[in-house]
């Protein structure tokens, strides 16, 4: 039963289909499609015989059970039992049922009680597997290696190969399964890295309407998680490496006209751009935490090998000439040698970690995709020979590569578990209490190949505090929606994290404002849930926030919110009742206000009691610039956004060029506005429409409305509006007119 001592017993079977055994009589039962038959013989292949060769098709299956044989005939669409031993005496048990595929006899089996396996697992670490004549074979799981007669010890050295559908280990030295396969359907792996000092895998998945990120899991296959699974681009993620030493992951996300390169913490938190490119494709990545460079390679219309700073700056481009399709990449981190690949020049050169004293080590290879390098050897992936090759890593050495492993199909990267290959290394992020991110910085060069050169803190969500450690909540920011998501923003485009983390699991959320003062932030879903509720600012998180008033209570269709922070009141339009109401921020005292035939969208001036609101049928927003007393509209329709007085007057055209305006807010100098069919958030100087920046595109959901948030936004004079004092004298609801 360990599978030693391999023996035919019957030869010739054409289209077997299922097997038994009747372990009392000694016999072995098969069924075959090509002719149709059931047959038997015995256990050492004596006594072949024929049992039923009519009256079926498709015998897919076969059970037996006290001197019966059970059968299912796919193609009769049966049920049927035999006696045992001729065949003979066929009983129908089922008729006319369809998608018959197997079957199996339910039945409490007898105890043995001298069964070699039953005490201590035989003292087996892992498989205790019977022997003929009351003995045992212990055996050990994938990836483990025996460690004398009943012990199993892990591979700690062994090569990590992804094939597109399949990620497997090998052993470095006898070549043997060194972990537990990544496989199964939906599978499309492109890259892997690994962290050795936590023993985990990483690999990079492509599926676009599947599986689509950054996962880890251990060698024997458990803790098995997402890294990163949202956001990801539809070229998908083109590159990983990790930092052993600072404990981040680097990783290249492509989009089709521009390429972010982000960072986040090994375990997926704190996620947060380093820089995003249109005129370049960074690609497959290395990582040098000891030296403190990151590496990428480019193989667009301008080839090369580029480096940065572990932060993303002081970007260089170390390889430009002699580069024409590089396809991977690897750190020699004995020498800190940098290793590429060129399926176009069939070749693997090096250069120094500064892009000096350029070699070549192997030449007339026919598609190498994938490269590793350990202690003083160079592995390499060769996707047209199917065939993991290993070989000196020194330039000149003409002996001929060795076969690791081949007949591999769809071969894509390698990368090796092993010590060696990520030392420890000193690092100022250690001490330096950064509550987010750190990035350990280059200073100087030293012979002992570990750095003692500065740190830097980041924020992936927030903003740097004046310590340079922590991070605290930004003070001014974009908020804006999506159909199940509210997301954030800062309002400079070349600042790459976020206020906060995307709020998830609405239904439909559409229209958004805040209260400043209170810290809530109010939102409108409909369609359904049909309600109006808000989420507390200084706990932004996944869930459904707090319901204020709903489509239970009364029917309703808010398609546009409006937050008077002197009267502490929820203004909202409704659609279905072709009204505008207004309540408290309990949902008590709701009043209506005016009947509209088209409600869409409102803002408020507290300061001066007006409100402005759209009778409209296209869906167009309001934005309010109390300061230059100016109102700002989208229409989707006419692609375009405009803008006039708060009377009425000096009527203008302020964007004239952008496709789908929706939602629309103003702060300072700036409009910024949400493009439905860029799938993006946008602004220009308010005063001419000039200098139009993205700030963020490409998202995974549609953008709907959007919110300049400032902690300075809600301030008027003092006892400028009426019923700022006192509610206005008011017992319940207090507006002001003029």
Known sequence: MDGSKLQVLVKDIQHPLSLAIDIQTKVIYWSTENP????????????????????????????????????????????????????????LLMNNTEALNSLKVFSKRPVTANHPCRTRNGNCAHLCIPAPEGGRVCACAIGYRADGPTRCTGYDSFAIVSQLDVVRGFSLSDHGEAMAPIAGPGHNVLHVDVLFKAKYIYWVEFNLLGKNGIYRARPNGT??????????????????????????????????????????RTDGQHRMVLFKTIKDSPKEIAVNPVKRYLYWIDYGQNPKLSRSQLDGNGTTRIVTRGISQPR????????????????????????????????????????????????????????????????????????????????????????????????????????????????????????????????????????????????????????????????????????????????????????????????????????????????????????????????????????????????????????????????????????????????RSLVLDPCKGYMYFIDWNSHPVLALDRADQKIYWTDLLREKIERATVNGTQREVLIAATLFPYGIAVHGNYIYWTDLQLRGVYRAEKHTGANTEEIVGRLDGTPRDILAFSKDSQKCEPARNPCEINNGGCAQSCHPEH
Not at 61 to 90: C, M, T, W
Not at 251 to 261: A, D, G, K, V
Not at 479 to 500: A, C, G, N
Not at 573 to 599: K, Q, T
């Open 36 to 91: 149709p038959s059931i047959m038997s013989a015995g256990v050492d292949g004596t006594n072949v015989k024929t049992l039923m060769s009519s009256g079926i098709s498709q015998p897919r299956s076969i059970a037996i059970h006290e001197q019966r044989l059970f059968y299912l005939d796919s193609a009769y669409e049966q049920v049927a039992r035999l006696d045992l031993p001729e065949g003979d005496n066929k009983v």
């Open 223 to 264: 803790d098995m998680e997402a890294i990163v699974s949202s956001g990801v681009g539809s070229n998908g993620i083109r590159g990983i490496a990790v930092d052993w030493i600072n404990d981040n992951v680097y990783f290249t996300n492509s989009f089709p006209h521009e390429t972010f390169l982000e960072v986040c």
């Open 328 to 599: 991977d990449l690897t750190i020699d981190m004995l020498t800190h040698d940098v290793y590429f690949a060129d399926s176009s020049m069939d070749a693997i050169m090096k250069v120094d970690y500064q892009g000096n004293s350029r070699q070549v080590i192997r030449r007339n290879l026919p598609n190498p995709v994938g490269l590793a390098v350990h202690l003083g050897d160079l592995y390499w992936v060769d996707r047209n020979l199917r065939t993991v090759f290993r070989a000196s890593k020194l330039a000149g050495n003409t002996t001929e590569a060795q076969s690791l492993k081949s007949g591999l199909e769809t071969l894509r990267d390698i990368s090796i578990f092993d010590a060696n290959n990520q030392p420890t290394g000193k690092t100022p992020c250690a001490s330096a209490g950064c509550e987010q991110l750190c990035f350990a910085l280059p200073e100087g060069d030293d012979k002992g190949g570990l750095l003692s050169g500065g740190y830097r803190c980041a924020c992936a969500t927030g903003t740097l505090a004046t310590d340079r450690r922590r991070c605290s909540q930004s003070e001014d920011y974009l908020i804006f929606t999506t159909r199940t998501e509210i997301h954030s923003v800062h309002m400079d485009p070349r600042v790459t994290s976020v206020p906060f983390e995307p709020i998830t699991n609405f239904t439909n959320v559409v229209n958004i404002d805040a209260d400043v003062a209170d810290g809530k932030l109010l939102f409108t879903e409909v369609s359904p849930p049909d309600r109006i509720g808000w989420l507390a600012m200084d706990a932004l998180r996944a869930g459904n926030g707090t319901t204020i008033i709903s489509g239970d209570e009364t029917a309703m269709d808010p398609t546009g919110i409006a937050y008077d922070w002197i009267g502490k009141k929820v203004y909202w339009a409704d659609s279905r009742n072709h009204s505008i109401y207004a309540m408290n921020l309990d949902g008590s005292h709701v009043v209506m206000l005016a009947n509209v035939e088209r409600p």
